[in-house]
């Protein structure tokens, strides 16, 4: 079955903790992304990999890092935590063939609370 | 700046009736539109998407949108609603500005079918 996954779907963490939400896709995807959903804001886009070795900053990278070491993973890691990165995390991927025109896959979500 | 705009927080619509979602963008150049929708605890699903050609698209569960270049509109329609409809919609546009690898989305509209 094609899908995103994410672990974990939940934690709870305390200020300073490093941490990482794994994100894997099964789709051969070059395109890969994370975004934070937060009430009234919708989904804004941390940052995005276009292949291996390859990211670059969404629009709201501050206190987040990724790498794209391999194909089907694309980790968000949070080198230390504050409570206003609080949220709920979707990462989702989509093919390039053709360019932008391919609609994205999402993962199920980790939400995310830091204290 | 770039920017998707959802101006109904919610819409009530009775089962049967027609429903619109309203999403107006602000982008330079050619946009590629999409709409998801979310149901309660799970990721993002892909309902339509234009890219180019004819203006009316269709999609998903009987859901289909207009692109309205004049305006800068690409509302969400669907001739008679369900309740199992219900959920929260979100437009998005990949910015072509920046190759289409930014995704901006709107804040969201959550949709309430009363049977």
Redesign the interface.
Known sequence: EAQVTQNPRYLITVTGKKLTVTCSQNMNHEYMSWYRQDPGLGLRQIYYSMNVEVTDKGDVPEGYKVSRKEKRNFPLILESPSPNQTSLYFCASSTWAGGPVSEQYFGPGTRLTVT | AQS?A?PE?QVNVAEGNPLTVKCTYSVSGNP?L?W?VQYP??????LL?Y?TGDNLVKGSYGFEAEFNKSQTSFHLKKPSALVSDSALY?C?V?D?NT??????????TRLFVKA
Do not use: E, S, W
């Open positions: 998707v959802q927080d590629y999409f998801y605890n799970r990721g993002l699903q892909f998407k890219i979100f998005a990949r072509p190759g289409g690898f930014k995704t901006i989305f709107g804040a969201g």
